[in-house]
């Protein structure tokens, strides 16, 4: 395990001065099947998978959730252990951060005021920051990411290119329990009554599916029925229910080409996020 940025940088461009790549799979640890996953397919795909594990301060805007965020970095270095991660990097904040919270970031811009950036203002700029310090700190590199955090990939992508960084994003699909629920960190701060009620935002997500396969067009139409469905649910309390374009994360009043269903809700004190690509007409 590595705990600084110096030492991972000498060991990332020690590997490609070896003419290897290097696979980059940037957690918060907690990890499940969706983080297994990423490391599975870098592994595949790239000689030297690196994984970090840093719970990043500056995305929470609610202390209460940064102090409650999942934390079990003995089990996550054994879960990278048994999945052949060569290189974990896990700074503490003082490593990251070493003059307190840094006075110049990332401006994530239109892309990350929406949703996700209007729900948690803040977000996607402290999102933004860690991930570009961390690709620094890797140095060229493939670079995976879960779907599920759609908006945030989407906000990624765009500061890769808009910032010419040396970096190849690729995307993983959402992996999901036989019920459908998305894997996720928080899904363990869930009560038992809450974990069977946040099934309805995956039943929300397939119903505007189905529709967008019988050949719904009207987003409107799509958007209604994820709300009645996840609505119908008492313990669910909805933050947002949309269908946008897959590039912009615009809001769509017709299905014309890519467009994603977005979802959030609050179970109790849990806030639970999904997403899913609507099929083409």
């Not at 940037?26 to 996953?37: I, K, L, Q």
């Not at 003059?99 to 990332?106: A, K, Q």
């Not at 955090?149 to 010419?164: E, H, P, T």
Request: charged share 30%; aromatic share 6%; proline share 6%.
């Amino acid at each position: 395990m590595i705990r600084t940025i110096p030492a991972i940088r000498a060991a990332c461009e020690r590997t490609r001065a070896e003419e290897r790549t290097v696979g980059f799979v940037p957690t918060m640890g907690a990890f499940h099947a969706g983080h297994r996953s990423l490391m599975r397919r870098s592994k595949d795909e790239r000689d030297v998978t690196v994984v970090s594990i840093f719970v990043n301060p500056l995305q929470f805007g609610d202390a209460r959730d940064l102090e409650t965020y999942p934390r079990d970095e003995r089990a996550d270095l054994a879960v990278a252990e048994r999945e052949g991660v060569d290189l974990v990097f896990a700074p503490s904040v003082d490593e990251m951060y070493p003059d307190g919270e840094p006075e110049v970031t990332i401006d994530p811009g239109p892309l990350g005021e929406r949703f996700e950036g209007a729900s948690r203002p803040g977000h996607f700029r402290g999102v933004a920051t860690v991930v570009a310090k961390l690709f620094d700190a890797v140095g060229p590199c493939t670079a995976y990411f879960g779907e599920k955090d759609a908006q945030q990939l989407a906000v990624i992508r765009r500061m890769v290119v808009d910032l010419s960084l040396p970096i190849d994003v690729r995307s993983c699909p959402v992996v999901r329990e036989p019920d459908g629920l998305a894997l996720s960190s928080r899904n363990r701060l869930l009560t038992p009554d809450q974990r069977e009620a946040a099934t309805c935002l995956f039943l929300g997500l397939s119903e505007a599916a189905e529709l967008a396969r019988a050949g719904e067009r009207d987003a409107g139409k799509l958007v209604a029925a994820m709300a009645r469905e996840i609505g119908a649910t008492s313990e669910a309390r909805i933050d947002y229910v949309a269908v946008v374009d897959e590039d912009t994360f615009e809001d769509v009043a017709t299905i014309d080409g890519r467009s994603r269903a977005l979802v959030a809700a609050r179970f109790g004190g849990v806030r639970l996020i999904d997403t899913l690509l609507l099929p083409a007409a």
